[in-house]
Nanobody
């Protein structure tokens, strides 16, 4: 079975940083796109960033460009989301998801509907 484990969330003050991790078991990230999403209370799940293991391409939501960085550690089968200069509006449950594809991570891979395997979320809370 494919399992995704998201971790690294927590409570941080505004202006602080967190690094989220998404580790897969039961599957290798080769030939997959990996996405990070977030969902705040009462809001729809939205795409944050995408990484393609096939070609290393990335895509980011406009709201996080310059603040968030997605990267991959192939040996650990883990994808990271480095989040810097966090603000209260970044508070949400963050999820990672994967889909098997050789396509590049264009902006369309920020849509939750593109993914078919999801991990449990990790809570990020940013205090003002």
């Amino acid at each position: 079975d494919v399992q995704l484990q998201a971790s690294g969330g927590g409570l941080v003050q505004a202006g602080g940083s967190l690094r989220l991790s998404c580790t897969a078991s039961g599957v290798s990230f080769d030939y997959y796109n990996i996405g990070w999403f977030r969902q705040a209370p009462g809001k729809e799940r939205e795409g944050v960033a995408c990484f393609s293991r096939s070609d290393g391409s990335t895509s980011y939501a406009d709201s996080v460009k310059g603040r968030f960085t997605i990267s991959s550690d192939n040996a650990r089968n883990t994808v990271y989301l480095q989040m810097n200069n966090l603000g209260p509006d970044h508070s949400a449950v963050y999820f990672c998801a994967i889909v098997r594809t050789v396509e590049s991570c264009g902006s369309w891979y920020l849509s939750p509907g593109q993914y078919n395997h999801w991990g449990q979320g990790t809570q990020v809370t940013v205090s003002s």
